[in-house]
């Protein structure tokens, strides 16, 4: 049975707005739905759509880097917010800022003024079933959209908190100091084990201690849990219990002495391309001036890159790579789509570039055309990779960043090439796939 018009989008943030321009865009008709002003958050100040409520910054717009690249890409696929960001911009350097009211004033007129947008502002509770739909909410989804969405997905497959460690850049790991392991040799040498001796870690332990932590917001000021409690909290119960937590050296003997070391960190490979690493159990409220200067501390990261810094904030995603296909379709019901940030990205752009795919998308599939997924080698190819074929076990939100991306056929030493040639790849396959999908 063909869909029905028009596709409904729940959320008016970024992902929602980016949605329901790229249906317009194809021709399709969209129901944009935005509870503000009849409900506001505790985080939102005005009634307008794409309201900035963090920073009023983009990221990076410098050529060749990872998020150049993604906007790079949407604008290739005439986004709409990264066209309003263009006409907003503030001097940032090389980052893309923008004036937040005219940023979201642009969006907002855009898409009032656009025939084949209709913009409701009313609160949805429950999620439609008898025509396409989006769901693009975001963190501070309300908790009668979050009970119907934990309804749909199984409860355990929504989380309302980032409890996120840090990600280092492989290549920055000094791989003569951290040794291949599993605790007692099970499971084969899965991670990177960072070994420390009582000078190291009790160093170590004193630098976390002094550390500048990031202020929680009012809404945020909510009992940790247990599971994803910050490593620094955790140290605040005495200098031994880390050594009993994520830092227990129990299992694990460095071969360069063969004894057991005091404490060990360890590092999980984040991609199957073994390009970035998780360093295990640092989820953190540090700064992220004092994580790379604490966690450099680490026996092996002394030159650390960090492609994540870690947190733990007020959020609502869902275990995407379990419920989603790669074309960001419900796997238990194929009119139902999620965007945004709620599918485990972060960033603004990230979650703008996740409701435009997820909208073009939805319009393919109202006008019966076959869906499409972007390769593998491109920024949206990377994100859709992460939030569709991580590990379910340990997924947990990402932005765009090198280390999501395909080694290169040949190895390259010198970091700016290998990232321009990656750029560059990542730009024609994005070109080609666009021409093939007919989406140029």
Not at 71 to 81: A, T
Not at 89 to 97: Q, Y
Not at 109 to 116: G, R, V, W
Not at 248 to 259: I, Q
Request: glycine residues 6%; neutral net charge; proline residues 7%.
């Amino acid at each position: 049975m063909q869909p029905i018009e028009p596709i409904h989008i729940i959320g008016g943030g970024l992902a929602g707005c980016e949605a329901a321009w790229q249906i317009a865009r194809a021709g399709g008709r969209a129901v944009l739905y935005e509870m503000r002003p009849l409900r506001s958050t505790e985080a939102h100040k005005t009634d307008r759509l794409a309201e900035l409520v963090c920073s009023n910054s983009l990221k990076s717009d410098r050529e060749n880097s990872a998020p150049w690249l993604l906007k790079e890409e949407m604008r290739r696929l005439g986004s709409l917010i990264i066209a309003s960001a263009e006409r907003a911009r503030v001097p940032a350097g090389s980052a893309l800022a923008v004036d937040r009211d005219q940023f979201s004033l642009a969006i907002t007129q855009a898409l009032e003024s656009h025939p084949n947008v209709r913009i409701l502002h009313e609160e949805i509770a429950e999620i439609p079933t008898d025509c396409l739909c989006i769901i693009a909410t975001g963190p501070l989804t309300s908790d009668k959209l979050s009970a119907a969405i934990r309804a749909v997905t199984q409860s355990q497959h929504l989380y309302f908190f980032d409890a996120i460690s840090p990600i280092i850049d492989a290549e920055s790991i000094n791989m003569d100091v951290v040794f291949a392991a599993s605790r007692y040799d099970k499971g084969g040498a899965d991670y990177l084990n960072c070994p420390m001796d009582d000078v190291q870690y009790n160093a170590f332990y004193d630098a976390l201690m002094a550390a500048e932590k990031v202020q929680p917001k009012e809404f945020e000021k909510t009992p940790y849990f247990e599971a994803c409690i910050p490593i620094e909290v955790m140290a605040e119960r005495g200098r031994q219990t880390l050594l009993f937590g994520p830092l227990k050296p129990v299992g694990l003997e460095d071969p360069r002495t063969g004894k057991r070391p005091t404490a060990v960190i360890q590092l999980r490979t984040e991609n199957v391309h073994k390009t970035c690493y998780n360093i295990v159990g640092f989820q953190t409220k540090l700064t992220y001036p004092e994580q790379k200067r604490v966690f450099r501390l680490i026996p092996g990261l002394e030159q650390a890159e960090f492609l994540r810094y870690g947190s733990l904030h007020r959020n609502t995603f869902i275990n995407s790579p379990q419920l989603l296909l790669n074309t960001l379709q419900f796997k238990s019901r194929g009119t139902l789509f999620f965007a945004g940030q709620l599918v485990g990205v972060e960033g603004y752009t990230e979650s703008a570039a996740m409701g435009g795919f997820a909208g073009i998308n939805a319009a393919r599939a109202l006008a019966g055309l076959p869906l499409v997924t972007p390769p593998p080698t491109t920024a949206h190819g990377c994100l859709v990779g992460h939030v569709s074929a991580s590990d379910p076990k340990h997924f947990q939100p990402m932005n765009t960043n090198y280390g999501l991306f395909p080694p290169l056929a040949q190895p390259v030493r010198d970091k700016e090439k290998k990232r321009q040639l990656i750029a560059q790849r990542a730009r024609e396959d994005f070109e080609r796939w666009m021409t093939q999908s007919a989406l140029s």
